[in-house]
């Protein structure tokens, strides 16, 4: 239908290529200047331009970016005869994935908060577990500290739609949903109603600084585009102790508080979870030693705040304690709900980046977490904030691969007691071992 009217071209110059304007709406008001409202119109040549909608009112333009395509918006008048001043005081914006609804009646054009969620893809949803029959007082005490939770940028106006119905839910049990987004946040739906609705919402990034130097984002090659991306939960409905793991290789653990408190200091325990091989071992696997390269008993991680992590590339010898994401190293406000109790790290050994973690598990009458990964298992008890057990995956499946290990019995051959022949005695071949003891011309005198 034509191109943006906000940019006039210069003497000489050519109108600046623009995409189509394709709907547009004029509303009156009874004691200033009308509203032209319409989509699309921008120039093609603005790169990273999201879909958007243009607001005119008098000499001012606003132009409001918006999350998905629009399929069609409709402004909402005082009334609906097109005779009359329609003042409009809103607008309603249908988009592919979302609804969104603007308030032109305040400064900046701020959206209505949604009274429910329409996607639960907001930050694309990376880890989901589901739990059932939660104690009662569970979902009134997320919802107490959620409601508390500020919500910046929305109108301070009511929802302008309604119409509907609101049925009862069908469920007579608690049901709670646990999503982690690829932002780092997790959010508790509350899911016994007949839809989806959110209870609170946690954010772990701000447990980290997000202030990464070049080396450090060079460096980092576990955490390509996502550093605060939530991998694994555990969460233990009864102590509402809550475990997150990242794809940073970081395990966060929190308690659940109503009172407001400010860590001064966030607790910081670091993990070496990667073996090495002897230079003494043999290719095959036999006369050497393998050892794991976790801590000694006499040298124990660190439990105190974020040690000041020297920015070396990780193509030296030796990566030292880098880890994929710094601790905050300033105090940290923790409003009502989930507080940061510590923060597990596995650092770089080496020279070779943390793996990512693939298990993990939270027993709270304990006050153990364990998590492993392709280089080993760990045990930490993070009330006494220390490292209970770090095994590597050789000392759990021994130095050849676990998939290709010959059957042994833990006990040497010898002669037992009772007149018991030894199957070692017969000078058999290691095929005729490997037949039942009924197959063949094999027999065994047992006297018992």
């Known amino acids: 239908m034509g191109g943006y009217p906000g940019k006039q071209p210069k003497d000489g110059k050519k109108p600046e290529p623009c995409k189509p304007i394709l709907k547009v709406e004029y509303k009156t008001t009874r004691n200033g200047d009308p509203f032209i409202i319409f989509s699309g119109g921008l120039s093609y040549d603005t790169v990273g331009r999201r879909p958007c909608l243009t607001v005119m009112h008098g000499k001012s333009v606003a132009v409001l970016e918006m999350d998905y395509p629009i399929v069609d918006f409709l402004t909402l008048c005082e009334t609906p005869y097109p005779n009359d001043f329609q003042e409009p005081y809103a607008v309603v914006v249908l988009l592919e994935k979302d609804l969104v609804v603007i308030d032109l009646a305040q400064n900046g054009y701020p959206i209505f908060e949604n009274p429910y969620p329409l996607t639960i893809h907001e930050s694309p949803v990376t880890c989901c577990e589901y739990f059932a029959d939660c104690p009662v007082d569970l979902i009134p005490a997320l919802y107490s500290v959620g409601s508390r939770q500020k919500r910046q940028g929305y109108s301070k106006k009511e929802w302008p739609i309604s119409g509907g119905n609101w049925g009862q839910g069908t469920q007579s049990y608690s049901e709670i949903i646990i999503t982690g ?49 939530i991998q694994i939960m555990a969460w233990c409905p009864e102590s509402r102790m809550l475990c997150v793991a990242g794809v940073s290789a970081n395990v966060i653990i929190y308690r659940f508080s109503k009172l407001e408190v400010t860590t001064e200091v966030v607790q910081l325990l670091e993990v070496r979870m990667q073996y090495e091989l002897n230079e003494t071992e043999s290719p095959d696997g036999g006369g050497g030693e393998q050892t794991s390269a976790h801590p000694t008993p006499g040298a124990s991680p660190q439990t105190s705040g974020p040690p000041s992590h020297p920015s070396t590339s990780s193509n030296n010898s030796d990566g030292g304690n880098i880890p994929c994401l710094k601790v905050r190293s300033t105090p940290l406000k923790q409003s009502p709900g989930y507080q940061v109790d510590l923060v597990v790290q596995s650092v770089w050994v080496s020279g070779e ?8 598990a939270l027993n709270s009458s304990y006050g153990l977490v364990v998590f492993g990964n392709s280089n080993g298992l760990a045990v930490v008890d993070y009330i006494q904030k220390m490292v209970v057990l770090n ?30 022949c030894d199957i070692n005695e017969y000078s058999a071949t290691s095929e005729d071992r490997c037949k039942s003891p009924t197959s063949g011309n094999m027999s065994f005198s047992v006297s018992v």
């Open 181 to 229: 987004h690829a932002d780092g946040t997790v959010k508790f739906w509350d899911a016994s109603a007949i839809m989806l609705q959110v209870l609170y919402k946690l954010k772990t990034a701000k447990v980290f600084d997000k202030n990464r130097s070049k080396e450090d984002k060079g460096s980092t090659e576990v955490a390509d585009e996502d550093p605060f991306a």
């Open 353 to 360: 980046p943390p793996q990512q973690i693939t298990s993990l």
């Open 391 to 420: 095994l590597g995956t050789v000392e759990l499946y021994g130095s050849n691969d676990p998939y290709q290990r010959q059957p042994r019995s833990p006990r040497k051959a010898r002669q037992p007691s009772g007149g018991l």
